[in-house]
């Protein structure tokens, strides 16, 4: 449980930090954070998957 709240958190900072990127250097590109968002939590899932 402790590893999905620690994944949604730092998505959640990640695609806000990416918004505001979006908006701020990518001239109103707003889906940027949205499309970092997506990658971080398909990275977490692969990290958290791995059979080690």
């Not at 709240?5 to 949205?34: D, H, K």
């Amino acid at each position: 449980m402790g590893k999905a709240i620690l994944a949604a958190i730092v998505t959640l900072i990640v695609g806000y930090l990416g918004m505001v990127v979006g908006l701020e250097l990518l001239g109103n590109w707003v889906e940027f954070g949205l499309l970092i968002a997506i990658a971080v939590m398909g990275a977490f899932i692969i990290y958290f998957n791995d059979k080690k």
